[in-house]
């Protein structure tokens, strides 16, 4: 049987470093002479003991696990209790605000591996007891790794997806394993504000033999020169145009250069400039130029102007050309935000193109201010895009779907070259089982037929960190129909 002096020692241990110090009235059977008197006071005054009905502590009294369960339970709420970042749906205007509010109440929290160890002790050994109080213990063990990983220099972590599919129609053959991917990355701190990280990968299709590489490898230099807000990047990434980023979005297919990248935010105002080749050693010549200024003009507005400059040397075969983009971001209430992106670019040869999207994302649960059943959320949106054929864009031509089930080959860059709207309605069937439906319908631009794209996806988390999707999906052009089914897994740690 555990004893209250101990479970004192361990609480007062985790009080120490989760709050700052209050001072309380003690119970009416401890006296202010007992050694244990502040230790009392600080726990009652913070709520986590809370003593008898008849207002004594009865601190000889042997404490039972379901009591020392309640205590472990009022802690977990402090740490639940801290600010964590918003949901996707909020503005991207209010990262950088959000990151400060993360940085300061991570400064408040003054935690040590010691700490973070006891209370996983406290949680291994309580388990049982915690999740009858109604307590995440999954969702808590997640928290406490993050906590440990603030404290570390460095770090490394993974993440493996294995993906398959059935594909009918004349595109693909029968059930085939199409992707299986391990990436490790390694991130560490070299000196106050310099990070470095390096990934290796590890993947191979049903299509292709083996590859192993570094996809990214880059050292990045926060308040560089000693000046605030102001970070450069220097190696392999990635860089985004725009909340759409019909312009440039690298990250789309993964298409790192290697390159330097500056972000400077002065206040609301975010610049950002960057530099890549695409093979530095052997074509120095390919450059990629980019740039973008975003800045507030209302409460909820946020506007962003973006230019790209792409050269190539003579006899390359690539095009050269210059573009433009312009985009605007609104959280018009609560749980609605609205966004719309125009891109226009001049290639060599082919003259200027342009595409345009506006999409609109509505959370019912935050517009009501209250909890919905299911917790709706729908996606509505409409694009006009011109051929992206011939030119060096990027461009987020692929369905919605794309984005989820990771079958390029099936419905490959559908909007290129076509009009039309869409939708997408996710709701969360349990509390780890969610599902989405999607249905997009496009108009061919210069006369083709009509592509119409529908699916259905289930997300189930299988444990912490661990999701497995099953999807069916079917795509009718003009007559010609294709249908898919699948499986994908991914984890990571």
Known sequence: ???????????????????????????????????????IAELAAKGLVEGYPDGTFKGNQPLTRYEMAMVVARIIARIEAIPTPPPPE??????????????????????????????????????????????????????????????????????????????????????????????????GRMAEGLVGSLRARHFATATSAATVDFDRLWIEWSNALGIEGLTLRAGRHTVNLGPVGLLLHQDTNNQRRDGV?????????????????????????????????????????????????????????????????????????????????????????????????????????????????LNPRLTLWYRDFDSTSGTPLGVVTGSNVLKDAWWGDFVGELVSGRRGPGAMFTVQLLENLSGKL????????????????????LTWNLAPRTVLNVYYANRDEGGSTTSAAGLYVTTSW
């Open 438 to 457: 999607t249905y997009e319908n496009y108009e061919s631009k210069t006369g083709g037929p009509t592509l119409v794209v529908w699916s259905g996806t």
């Open 1 to 39: 049987m555990k004893t209250r002096k101990l479970a004192l020692s361990l609480a007062s241990v985790l009080v120490v470093a989760l709050v700052a110090p209050v001072v309380g009235q003690p119970f009416a059977d401890v006296p202010t002479n007992h050694w244990a008197y502040d230790a």
């Open 261 to 373: 990248l500056l972000r400077w935010t002065l206040g609301p105002v975010g610049l950002q400039a960057s530099a890549q080749w695409r093979e530095l050693a052997r074509n120095p010549d390919d450059v990629l130029l980019a740039a973008r200024l975003s800045l507030p003009i209302l409460p909820g507005w946020v506007v962003g102007v973006n230019v790209r400059s792409d050269t190539s040397p003579d006899g390359s075969g690539r095009p050269r050309g210059t573009g433009f983009s312009g985009d605007v971001s609104v959280a018009l209430l609560p749980g609605i935000n609205v966004a719309a992106e125009y891109a226009a670019f001049d290639t060599a040869g082919l003259g200027t193109r342009n595409w345009w999207q506006a999409q609109l994302e509505i959370n019912f649960a935050q517009l009501a201010g209250t909890e919905i059943a």
């Open 90 to 187: 909020v503005r991207r205007a209010d990262l950088d605000a959000v990151r400060r509010d993360l940085t300061a109440a991570t400064g408040r929290i003054a935690a040590s591996e010691r700490t973070i160890a006891t209370l996983q002790r406290l949680v291994n050994e309580f388990r049982a007891e915690l999740q009858a109080l109604g307590v995440r213990v999954t969702a808590l063990e997640e928290e406490l790794s993050a906590l440990r990983a603030r404290l570390d220099n460095t770090r490394i972590a993974g993440d493996f997806i294995w993906w398959a599919n059935t594909l009918s129609g004349a595109r693909q053959t029968p059930f085939q394993q199409e992707l299986l991917r391990i990436r490790l990355t390694y991130t």
